[in-house]
């Protein structure tokens, strides 16, 4: 059984059998007769069915016949589909792997629940999807891969829990626990082909599979390579913005981001902020501002808060960076009537308005800060202004951002905004909710319908641990603000440390950090 304590960059956590603990990730070690990770002894696995246990505290190995990728088809299966008729026994499963899908994927679905999974890594794409498969089906079991030292930080950052004890791995592994990131793991990727090619797959092919195990970052991420272009939390943003995001008018500005983050207290940004406001007046809330930027395509500026990122300008746009951002605008456009766009971007972006569904109105005249430019915005925001409502209640962008994170308007009719730094958001007298780079809901009567934890009927003391949730939304991710329910009433808030899919299904450990507790 395993208690993960963190998935904020790594999976780390405990593994429990009887008495003894392990950590992981961790190193396994090989020996004559067994195998040992930390106090833990575990069988060694045969190559046939027949073989004596050991006794004592250690694991057992269920036993499988050894399949070799390469074999022919017809021996491939016999072999596996023995196998599956062998598949109980143990509390370690090997996952041997032929090369052949079909034969694979029927083998991997047989498999009952073990403790421990044991991969040995010849077909880096082969892996993968098993691995995948076999982490959402047992998410209590770890895993283990027979593979060379330099693919350790992309693997242990895929969420493989166990690796092979030599000076080499160690090294390895002890360097990407140092730091976490992504930005190491790309780079690390470059040491070897082996490792390079993990990647590729992961970020391309299987980004999917890991992407509900990757946590919302929480300080500035760095994008450098090429690599992190591709990276799951990008991705991530790509659609929950694409569908998600409800534009506030059919009156969209584009613009140019900003070194500085949020892009609303860089000095460019407060400028375009003053000519809109000073254009528009009360109809400015109700503007659609979208930022225009990579790798993340782009921003709605309700939405600004949620990122934080540095990355290499040169003003040269890659085909799948203008791709990116055309295809995010696109998708916002749908969503309104008759839209009208105007464009205030420098000539290198403008690629992005290929194509566009709608009308278009270019105001940008050399820089964007020009003072041509400048009036160009202003007067073409005047003369679009009647097509602008004014926002029919207080805090118009709060409101925006409440939607795209919990599915509704948490607040009430009327909101006020006290402090900097962290804010807090006031209806009359009462304290509802804080607001810092996302909104922690404090009481709130709204139904939610994103990035809720609903728990079993008991007073909650502390953080709330697995064993008494009952359900979850799917799409929380580790590290998202979550709203914890009770009989349909919201009890508490806090910060998820697993994702919404194996908070129910966890046997151990502690699912929601609480904040705030509602009463």
Known sequence: MIEITSLDGKREGMFHHGETSCTFPGLLTFRKDSMSWGALSIEKPLSYPFRSHLHGTGLSVTPLLRVYPGAPPGVARRLQEANASLREGGDVTTVFLSGYDDIDTAFVRSLNESKLFLFDLREERAFLRHFFMLRKRYPNAVSYVDCPPETVPVLAYAGVDIFPDTPQHRAELASFLEDPTPHYVEMRACASLCAKRLLDLLYHEFWGEHEPYVATPDDQELFISSDSFWRPTVRRWEREVSTNYVPPSNVCVLLPCSARK?????????????????????????LTQLIVTSPYGVVPRELETLIDYDTVVTGRWSHDEVERSRTMVRTILEKMEDPFVIAHLPEN????????PCDVKVTCDGHPLS????????DTLRSVADRIDTAAKSHAHMRTL????????????????????????????????????????????????????????????????????????????????VVITRNGEMVASGKALLPGHMMSRMRRGKAVKVKKRCG
């Open 371 to 378: 003072a041509p430019s400048m009036r160009a915005l202003e």
């Open 262 to 286: 949020p892009y609303s207290s860089s000095q460019s940004h407060k400028t375009f902020i003053a000519s809109m406001r000073k254009a528009l007046r009360s109809r400015y809330p109700s």
């Open 402 to 481: 409440s939607r795209f994170l919990y599915g509704t308007d948490v607040f009430g009719e009327d909101i006020r905004i006290k402090g900097r730094g962290v804010k807090q958001v006031y209806e009359g007298s009462s304290c509802v909710a804080s607001f810092d780079k996302t909104i922690r809901p404090f009481s709130t009567h709204a139904p939610i319908r994103r990035r809720w934890v609903s728990m079993m009927d008991f007073d909650l003391k502390g953080d709330l641990f697995c064993v008494g949730i009952e359900d979850a939304d799917d799409d929380i991710r580790p590290g998202d603000e």
């Open 349 to 356: 972006e403008q690629a992005i308005l290929d194509g566009l």
